[in-house]
């Protein structure tokens, strides 16, 4: 099964390739996945605790479909209910999980659905991990963008009507460094109304800074909670630091941030259990911060550049809206994200029914928003994606399909005075 994440290396040098093996095939050439290094922010805090003791206990092959039944019964879903929701047994119970999830949405958020587009800015990565296209190990064509040319990116997504932007960057702190973030920020708030940010995790003061930039969110993918099998898909980089990423969302909390964004990424490991410590990441932020306003994204993986044979683990599109459904029941007034790694019937389906926000026009490569929106050759150079998407419909055939199903699509729900 690990085999299956490993990358082309055929355009490596031979020191390169040596230190790749090496991180592959002998754990101990890896740094400790549990220990911080310089620099890292160390906060006192009991989220991870509870979270891991909640997942580790979780043995989702005792629940029934009595305990299903029960759980969608009750008024309010506990954990409990919860964990009966997200095993094997809540399967046959799909559609009425997907009736109580719609009856949930339509109280609490009503008929609307909410647009992004996402903006990568930079593809440097200093990170080895085994299923990303950007990682540091991948022959991919590296770009980082300079003010001007991110300011033009900027102009042509606004010149479409979107409102909502996600700022994203490889990890490179030395490629793409929290002023260099800071700026693009600054830029983005020119141009749009809400500005979020999914980036390597940073600091407190560093998150306070970008928040004084601009930023409004942070949105961080843990991509697992199973401990030990995060330490063999993340090799090298700073992101091989398991706590200090679990933290990730409180520290921007901490440091003034309105809103964050939690994901694993599903088909790493066991989903289920993924998907129980993502939502009560979650749940036990939001009693501490209450607040914040928190979503969760909704990620499978997808095929990268120099291999196309990843693919999640046991995540069908039957269980992703299983999961989806049960967040939605557990977590009535969280946001729920759907990005464009899924199909457009898909996400035409569950927007009805659980999720809340998608994107739209979307582009995981470097500098060709202006080709894609356009059709206008790009003056300079582009660099390669993170992952193949699925759903490339633009904003405009976005908000259509939306409100060709009785939804209302909305750009930006936010006034600043």
């Known amino acids: 099964m690990e085999n299956q994440f490993f990358i082309d290396s055929e355009h490596l040098s031979q020191e390169a390739l040596a230190k790749k093996h090496r991180l592959e095939t002998d754990p101990s050439s890896r740094k400790n996945h549990m220990e911080y290094l310089p620099g890292m922010e160390q906060i006192q805090s009991d989220v991870c605790k509870n979270v891991m003791a909640q997942m580790e206990s979780y043995d989702y092959s005792r629940y029934t479909a009595r305990d299903v039944q029960s759980a969608l ?30 009856m949930e949405t339509g109280k609490h958020f009503g008929n609307t659905v909410y647009l992004f587009t996402p903006l990568y800015i930079a593809n440097y990565c200093e990170n080895y991990c085994v299923y990303c296209g950007f990682n540091c190990y991948n022959h991919i064509s590296r770009m980082k963008l300079n003010t001007e040319q991110i300011e033009h990116e900027m102009k042509v997504i606004a010149d479409s009507g979107m409102e909502e932007i996600l700022i994203l960057t490889g990890e490179s702190r030395a490629r793409s460094d929290v002023n260099y973030i800071g700026e693009a920020c600054r830029l983005a708030r020119k141009y749009f109304r809400m500005v979020g940010l999914e980036i390597y995790p940073v600091n407190t003061d560093e998150y306070r800074f970008l928040h004084q930039c601009g930023a409004d969110y942070v949105t961080v993918f843990q991509e697992t909670y199973d401990i030990e099998k995060y330490e063999t898909l993340h090799l090298l980089g700073h992101k091989r630091v398991w706590p200090y990423r679990f933290d990730a969302q409180e520290r921007a909390l901490m440091g003034g941030m309105r809103g964050v964004a939690f994901s694993a990424l599903l088909g790493l490991s066991d989903f289920r259990k993924d998907a129980l410590a993502s939502a009560l990441h979650v749940y036990y932020l939001q009693r501490k911060y209450p607040q914040a306003e928190m979503s969760l994204s909704c990620p499978r993986l997808r095929p990268i550049i120099n291999n196309d044979k990843i693919n999640p683990l046991d995540v069908g599109e039957k269980q992703l809206c299983q999961v989806i459904c049960a967040y939605r029941i557990f977590l009535p007034f969280v946001g729920i994200t759907v990005s464009s790694r899924e199909s457009a019937s898909f996400r035409n389906g569950i927007v009805k029914i659980a999720a809340t926000k998608v994107s739209a026009g979307v ?29 490339s419909r633009s904003l405009d055939t976005m908000y259509k399909d939306i409100a060709d199903e009785g939804l209302q699509p909305v750009l930006n729900d936010y006034l600043y005075v």
Request: glycine share 6%; hydrophobic share 25%.
């Open 363 to 391: 582009s995981t490569g470097i500098g060709d928003h202006e080709s894609k929106y356009t059709g206008k050759e790009p003056d300079s150079a582009e660099g390669d994606e993170q992952f193949e998407i699925n759903d």
């Open 73 to 102: 019964e009750h008024e309010t879903c506990s954990i409990e209910d919860f964990k009966a929701l997200l095993s094997p047994a809540a399967e046959p119970f799909l559609e009425q999980m997907a009736q109580r999830a719609r």
